[in-house]
Structure formats: structure tokens, C-alpha cells
């Protein structure tokens, strides 16, 4: 089929860039996160406001008078100490396993929270458990817990899954994070060997390994009852997670905008430090030269005698000769006398389990569970509303994408053409180029469609084009950052087999935005681009899968789009399965969306004509048509409480275009 304007369904899409261009992107991230470090090298802070700060960001409680109600499943007697299996309670309702290793006698003796890393076994595995028999035997009580989404705590219980990527990433949409979830165990951690009356409370201490190393710094730093800390392999900078391959339990969103790493371990002084890193550690974060960087900084605030630094000829790791070297260092600093100790006995995994494989206490909640659970409770209080705020919520959506002020371009370069498409590099205003293919419309009056998709404009179905353009309207394809031509190679090589967009998504939040709010400041300036250059104001939208949240986004801040299509757009933000979490990619998130409200309140906002083709749950699940109509019945219901003129429909059929 031939169209009077040239197109046919054949036609090959032209390239914008005539060769790969340089990793902009990577560039751009880079170059803040060089410039964060410069402006927050300094570990002299205002304590207080720091901590306030980390709070916020983190979603991390503090609730010392919460009730322990610690329960014990078991223990094991062993030479000159006992091993107890217990959950206690975190968070209101929520428990987390543990394992409590105790000298035998009365004490007082020290204590210490000893933190696992991303090691199989969680709690329970060789390095972790290695350490706390080797300190039980030297006199401490140490606590193992299972970090958050960890060992016994993962969605189906006894059976192994990695706790970050999109599902630890899943908290941010609760307003929570997976950092203060952690941070949340363990202060209750510190409370817990607080009310043992074995324990000496001024002689409190924490270490552990890379994930664990990460926990123990941001313990020691919050709760000044830790009064020794020894991170192991995990100190180096902030600026070095930006673009390298870093789990989401160590991302603190906004974190580069307010500190550094010199920042938060300043925070521990004056009270005792020994970082421990591995000279032959295979992550950039967590190499010698980076650590080196943060010590320099903690200079100004730290008296020689209470901090150290030992580097060791190691991979990444606690091995034998650290987890030596940290305990001699805790006897001097707690005066307590080495104790002749056997070869520690690691025990099996089965018998330091607090319960029978597939017989936990429904209180040791899951990721799944927790997000759930949080997100239906949110939601319902946006659906309790009875009346809602447009102006209000539409300035708490820019903030929350962190949308400082309305992006334009500044400059559209022409860089080719092939038949009736035009190849643009689109520049913008918060320092991006967009690559863009424009098609002219049939007559001026017909208008423009802008397309989007979040895997980039060459994965706009044929159809849709087809359709569009046998209706006469002009089409804009562009790829949004991260996607198609605008995409950053650098960061596809540093995801591996996580999801898309797990380094682009982490580092972008580290440095104070969000990838749909990058999407969206860059559809204002296409949107812009249309508007002056073009000369229309007959424009819609259409967009696919993650980029459909960030076309329903724009539409609410700037309301001058008053036809969007969507198609495989989640309807709502409400944690559903784990199973499909991957369905989308980690572009998706948006740190509080649900304390803000939901995609029905996006769609409300936009004050238009949006259709919804092939809804989806956010982990990926259709809908049939009797629950397509619920959903819809949801969003018109919105619709009114907001007081705009929106409607929205949605269709469990896939759509092309509708004219």
C-alpha cells in the first residue's frame, strides 16, 4: 500500500546519527557526579541536618519504643556458646529473622551486628557465619540478621532470590527504599542487643562485607550506640556508583545532591573506624583508590588515633586474614583479652533456620508482601479522598519528578533526510539531544503525533505509523534518554542480565533525578519544538509500555495535549506479582508515586482524551474485560473528585490508532 504523502509499509525508518556517536550519557552523569564530589568532599557537616536528611531520602524508622517481641524457634549449644534462632519485630508487623550467637556466662560482654553481603546464604552463609563464631569465641554476642529480601525473608520462604534490581526497587514506589529498609533492621538490631542483659550497651559494634560493609556504615553513622565500626570491602565514594554496577540496596536517592561518602562516615567520629579493602577487588566502587579519596576527606574530623585504614592482599571478600585482623582490633578497642578458640564448626544452613522450609510466621514479610500491603494501604487513601487538589498535586508531580522548571530545546539541527523524513538532533534545554524522525502532515491543519516508545522509536509498531499516516497527521518519532539512538552504551554493558536501565535508573537518582522525569522534560521540549517550529497546536500522543507513564506525566503538568493513546500501560503502581516484576524496565519507578497518588490521578490531571489499549498490571499481568471496566470506573471516578475534564477509556485489545 501506497500513500499519497510517499509512505509505504516497507519504508526503512532512516538513522539519525550516520555513525555511533559518543555515550553522551554516560558523559553527562559522570561529568555531575565528578562535580557533586568536588562540591561535597568536605566530611565537616551539619550532623544533625545530614542525618535529618538521610531519613527522608531513605525512608528509614527509628522506633526504639516498638516492641521487640523477639521469639525463638531453637538454638544449638556449642563449645563455650550458644546459638539461638529468632525473629523480632522491625516494623510495625514486620519481623525479621536472626541468628544470635552468645558466650556462655554472664557477661557483660561486648556485642556486634554483623552484616552479610550478597552472599548465597544470606545470614547463614560461610563469611558471615565464619565471623560470628570466630567473635563468639573471643566473648562478643554477635547478631546475624537477614538483611531485607534476604535468606529467610525472600517471597517464597527457603527458596534463594536476589533482593535488588526491580524488585528491591519496587519499595521506592512505596516511598520507601531498600537502604532504609536495611538500616531499619539493624538499628532494631541494636535495640534488641540493648535489652539483652548480657550485653555491655557502651561496647556495641558493627562490621561486614560489601552489601554488609555498606549496612554497617550507614548503622554506625545513624545510631551513635555503635560505638566501634570496621566496613569491609564497600567504602570508596558516591561519585563511583554513578555508571558502575552497584545493587539498589545502595542507592540513596538525592544522595549526591546533599553528601558524600566522606559525609556519612564522617558521621562516625569520634567514635571508632577501621576500613578494610581488598587490593585485588574486582568493583571500580570498592577498589583502594576510590576508598583512598573518601579517607582524605574524613581527615579534617577525625583524630589519628580513633580512625585506620588497612588494605589487604584479597579479593572481595571477608576472608580468614581481615576477619583476624577486625576482631584483634575490637579486643583494643574494647580492652577485652584474646580467648584460645578451636577451628570454628560452620553449621549447615537447615540448622540455624528459625523455621521449617515453608513454615515461616507470615510476619517475616517479604518484598512482595511489604509492597503490597504498603501500596494497597496508599492507595485506598487516594480513593478515600473526597475531594483532591489539581493545582496542588499537579506542583507536588513536578517535585516529585524533580522537574525544577519546564524544559525546552534550544536548538533542532537538521541532519538528513530520506524521503518525506527529516533527521533532527533535538537539543534541550537540561542538556540532552534528542535524535528525532519528522514526517510533515498531508495539510498544516492535520496536526502532529508525537510517538514514544521506551525501547526506542524503532519499536513503534509499523501499523501505528501506517495508520497515522494514512490519516494525513504529521508524525515526530524520538528517543527518549536511554532508548534507541539516545541510549548509553556504557550502561547496557554495566546491566548484564539485570533488568534495562538498573545503571541508568540508580544513577540518575543518586544525582537528584528520576528517568521519567528526564522523559518528560524532554517530551516539553519536542512538544515545544512542535509548537514553534511546526507552527501547531494539534497535537497528540502516543506512547507504549514505561513511556506511556511519562507521556500521562507531561499531560498533567502541562494540559495542552488533549489526545493521548496508550498502549501496555500499567494502571496502577500497587505491587501485584512477583513472578513478572521484570515485565518492565527499571525506568518505570518513580520514588513516593504511591504516597502521591497513582496513574489514575495522572490520567485525571491531564485534562484529556487518553485511551488505554492492553492495560497491565505494574509487573506485567493483563486484565480481562470485566476488570478492565473496574480499572476504568476507578480512573472516571478520579476524574471527578479532581474536577477536570478527562476521560479516560481502556480496551484489553491491542489498538493501533485510532483516528
Known sequence: MTYANGYTKDTVLPKVYRQTPPDGINQQLKTEAAAAFAAHRHAAVNREALKKEILAKSGALIQHDLPLLVKETGKTQLKGYVVKHIYFQTRPGVFATANLYIPDGKGPFPAVVNSHGHWPGARCSDMVQAMAHELAQQGFVC????????????????????????????????????????????????????????????????????????????????????????????VGTFESYVMHSNCVCELLPDGLTFTEEAGVVGLISPRHLKICNALRDASPTFQ????????????????????????????????????????????????????????????????????????????????????????????????????????????????????????????????????????????????????????????????????????????IPAAVIDSILASGKGIMLADLWGTGEHRSDTATKVDGSLPPFHTLSRSAMWLGHTVQGLWVQEIQALISLLKKQEHTSNISLYANREASIAALAFAALDTTVSDIQLNECPVSYVFDDRVHIDHYNMAIHIPGILQWGDVSLLAALSNAKVRIAAPVSISGQPFNKAAALKIENEFHDITKRTGTNAHTTINTENIAYEK
Open 288 to 459: 583502594p583508590a576510590e576508598m583512598l579519596r573518601t579517607w582524605e576527606n574524613l581527615q579534617p574530623v577525625y583524630a589519628a588515633n580513633k580512625a585506620s585504614y588497612q588494605l589487604f592482599n584479597t579479593t572481595h571478600g571477608y576472608w580468614p586474614e581481615i576477619r583476624a585482623a577486625v576482631i584483634t582490633w575490637l579486643q583494643q578497642v574494647y580492652h577485652t583479652n584474646p580467648h584460645r578458640a578451636d577451628s570454628a564448626q560452620l553449621l549447615p544452613q537447615e540448622q540455624l533456620a528459625v523455621f521449617p522450609k515453608g513454615k515461616r510466621d507470615a510476619a517475616v514479610m517479604s518484598t512482595e508482601a511489604f509492597c503490597h500491603q504498603t501500596g494497597t494501604q496508599l492507595k485506598q487513601h487516594l480513593l478515600s479522598a473526597q475531594k483532591i487538589n489539581s493545582q496542588q498535586k499537579r506542583a507536588a508531580l513536578a517535585q516529585l519528578l524533580h522537574i525544577p522548571q519546564t524544559a525546552d530545546f534550544t536548538k533542532a539541527q537538521q541532519a538528513g533526510t530520506l524521503g518525506r523524513w527529516q533527521t533532527l538532533l533535538v537539543n534541550t534545554t537540561v542538556n540532552t539531544t534528542i535524535p528525532v524522525l519528522l514526517h510533515a502532515p498531508e495539510k498544516q491543519e492535520n496536526g502532529y503525533a508525537l510517538l514514544l516508545d521506551s525501547r526506542g522509536k524503532d519499536s
Open 143 to 234: 547478631l546475624n540478621i537477614d538483611a531485607w529480601g534476604s535468606g529467610e525473608r525472600t517471597t517464597i520462604h527457603g527458596e534463594l532470590e536476589y533482593h535488588g534490581a526491580n524488585l528491591g526497587a519496587a519499595l521506592l514506589n512505596t516511598g520507601n527504599t531498600l537502604l532504609g529498609m536495611q538500616l531499619t533492621d539493624n538499628i532494631r538490631g541494636v535495640d534488641l542487643l540493648c535489652s539483652l542483659p548480657m550485653v555491655d550497651k557502651k561496647r556495641i559494634a558493627a562490621t561486614g562485607a560489601s552489601g554488609g560493609g555498606n549496612q554497617t556504615m550507614w548503622l554506625a553513622a545513624m545510631d551513635e550506640r555503635i560505638s566501634a565500626a570496621a566496613p569491609v570491602v564497600s
